[in-house]
């Protein structure tokens, strides 16, 4: 394991890395210093998403909120997107976050190697705007604005891969959220393709087997896709839920087993693929963050040597 993804952000609250709009909580962000010190300590590279799509963390439902507390006139959490003063509330954002100084290391976040890449934002979805143009608009004006900062580090956008109108057919149940992998990942400044793969909440009531297979296509369907458009592709998240019925460590491992063996095929033939995170990595006594998706390596043998051998067999092709 050589790369993980985490949030540089937590927006709003008392335990936030930012309250408000350009107030900064100088303790957060000295454990944000932290993580990237060890990270390096430990030879991982990070991936460092800068806002949700979620309210978990404050989100774009935060910014929103910041705005309408300053008289905009919102009624949408997809305001986001297309807001003038909410999108120079997130600039900003980006700014400071890529030219702090690590207060251990005394490097600035955009001139420091054990990053690899940010991420725009975790799981864009735009339900109000299903054409696209909304989020094709937003990533333009957000990649360049980051590019202007900082141009040492890779940029991707934290998709999960929907497609748009025009094949939306291959999203599960043909859902739509008004993002599209063909020309999100078109736009100057990004650098890599991303897909989550959730089938136990996308297919719901289908069986495991189902799921697998559908998940296999998935990964098959954008592998292709990034091959045209010439960007590696890495699975950004994908994990196999406790709450799911019938749920044993075994499921899991097996679940594992064949998203690695889709990643280590696509890499063994010299694709464009070789690389996946499974969300999320929790240590004992954290438990609590967990949302079903934990893998806590200690509890998990099984699934740590499942882990470790791909890591192995990854490492072996380099």
């Not at 980006?94 to 490097?107: F, G, S």
């Not at 990649?143 to 580090?153: K, M, P, W």
């Not at 495991?208 to 998935?218: M, T």
């Not at 010299?270 to 004992?284: A, K, N, R, S, V």
Request: hydrophobic share 35%; aromatic share 12%.
């Amino acid at each position: 394991m050589n790369v993980a993804r985490t949030w540089a952000f937590a927006d709003g609250g008392s335990k936030s890395l930012q309250s408000a709009p350009g107030v900064y909580n100088e303790q957060m962000f000295q454990g944000l210093d932290f993580v990237i010190s060890e990270a390096k300590n430990y030879g991982i590279h990070l991936i460092l998403s800068l806002v949700d799509n979620f309210e978990a963390f404050g989100g774009k439902k935060q910014y929103v909120a910041w705005a309408v507390q300053k008289g905009q006139k919102l009624t949408s959490d997809d305001d986001f997107f297309t807001n003038s003063m909410v999108k120079e509330f997130y600039k900003n954002y980006i700014t400071d976050v890529l030219t702090r100084v690590n207060k251990i290391t005394n490097v600035a976040y955009n001139n420091d190697s054990t990053i690899l890449s940010w991420e725009l934002i975790n799981e864009p979805r735009c339900p109000s705007d299903l054409s696209g143009k909304t989020i094709q608009n937003w990533i333009t004006e957000m990649a360049g604005h980051l590019r202007s900062i900082d141009t040492n580090h890779l940029l991707e956008i934290g998709l999960e891969g929907f497609y748009g109108n025009d094949k939306k057919q291959y999203n599960p149940n043909s859902i739509s959220y008004g993002t599209d992998f063909i020309s999100n990942n078109q736009i100057q400044g990004i650098d890599f393709t991303t897909i989550h793969i959730y089938p136990d909440q996308w297919l719901p009531g289908s069986t495991s087997e189902a799921q697998d297979n559908w998940a296999s296509q998935w990964i098959q369907a954008h592998i292709d896709d990034s091959k045209l458009l010439k960007k590696p592709i890495l699975i950004g998240e994908f994990g196999k839920s406790s709450n799911t019925t019938g749920y044993n460590i075994e499921m899991r491992d097996n679940y594992f087993g064949k998203i690695y063996g889709n990643i280590f095929n696509c890499a063994k033939d010299g694709g464009p693929c070789g690389g996946g995170l499974f969300w999320q990595l929790l240590d004992q006594g954290m438990e609590n963050y967990g949302d079903g998706y934990e893998v806590v390596l200690q509890a998990s043998p099984s699934t740590d040597r499942v882990i470790l051998l791909q890591s192995l067999r990854l490492s072996k092709l380099s």
